[in-house]
Every structure is written in C-alpha cells, then in structure tokens.
C-alpha cells in the first residue's frame, strides 16, 4: 500500500519561501473543521485540539483499514474579527478562528459520520462542532514565518504590501488571514517553529 503525502504532493504549498512573498493558487480541498472564538491557547481552541486531533487519527486508520493510507496533515487555522482591529490591540478573548486539518479527497461524508459514531464513546465535549467541508482560496500570497507567533508581524506586512503592489485587496473577513503550522509546538522551541503564512486576495 502506497503512502499519500499531501505536503510533497504541494511543495508549493506547504514549503515556501522564507526569504520572498510568493503567489499560489489554492484550490479546493477537503477539511476536517471546527469553528470558535478566544485566544490560541484559551477553553475554546483547546476544545477544537482536542477534538480535531482525535479525530484525523481515527479517520486515517479507517482508511488504512479501507485500502488507502495517508499521512496526518498539520494543523492550520483561519483568523478574523468583527474588528480587526481587535488584533492590533491584542484583544483576544474576540479573535475569531477556524482550526482544521486537510484531508485526501477520496475521504467521504461516510467515511467522517463513521468516526463521529466511534469518537461518541470518549465523550469529546466538541465533537458536535466538528465537520468535514471543501473550503478554496483561490489566489493567495503566502511567505514562510520562521519564529514565535508573536514575531509574525513583519512577514504579514511583507504580505500586505506584496498584495498592495499588485493592486490586489481583501477584507479580512471573506479572505481570512490564514496559517498553517508545520511545527510541533510541544516539541519544537519557539525560535524554530515553522508557519506558513496566507493572505487570499482578489
């Protein structure tokens, strides 16, 4: 059995450059998702860990069991605010996110109801948030941050005023800021991790 490794399948994607902005096209794929509001590391974003976490596991090995094996893409998250100024200000308890985690497209709606039904048992308190939807981006400009998240700001700048250049905009809200987190946080110190950084646009 052949192991699918979406990240090498889309370099493009998920290596990009640390030093240039870059421009990609995204298409649609699947995701495994759960939406909230609160800082990364408050009640609400851990529910979603807690719940996103189990679940892609068991989902790869029912579909080891079934014929395909994969492996367990990273983490990602999209970010908003009512005011995105609350971002600035470092308003978190008003951040608003999405965490979800890429899955191969021959995942079916089956296939996720099945491990809804087998994760019941463990009495995940998220787990009724949790769904599997197709979500594209389109055009978007993405830059490798490598650091803490709390150093960001000067690649989403380098972002922001690549976009500018090309006359390009986005809201913020329908084209939401998003990152995709390639390091293991419990395992990788802050200077090392690895973040791919996106800005959809049009």
Sequence with gaps: MTKLDLKK????LYLPSS??????????????????????????????YQTLFPAAYKLKFLMKAKGHDYGVMPLEGLWWADDMGDFEKGRRDRWKWTYMIRQPEFVAKKDF???????????????????????KEGRTA???????????????????????????????????HH????????????EKMKTVLRQPFH
């Design 113 to 135: 109801n099945e491990v809804v039904a087998l994760l019941k048992e463990k009495n995940l308190p998220g787990l009724p948030k949790l769904r599997l939807e197709s979500y």
């Design 9 to 12: 399948e889309r370099k493009d």
């Design 179 to 190: 990152e995709i987190y390639l390091s293991d946080m419990r395992r990788v110190s802050p």
């Design 142 to 176: 993405q830059i490798l941050h490598v650091g803490p998240f709390a150093a960001e700001g000067p690649n989403i700048q380098k972002i922001h005023d690549h976009i500018n250049k090309l006359g390009g905009s986005f809201d913020g809200h329908k084209e939401k």
């Design 19 to 48: 030093a240039l902005v870059s421009e990609v096209e995204v298409p649609a794929f699947k995701y495994l998702m759960f939406d909230g509001q609160g800082a990364p590391d408050g009640e609400a974003a851990q529910q979603a």
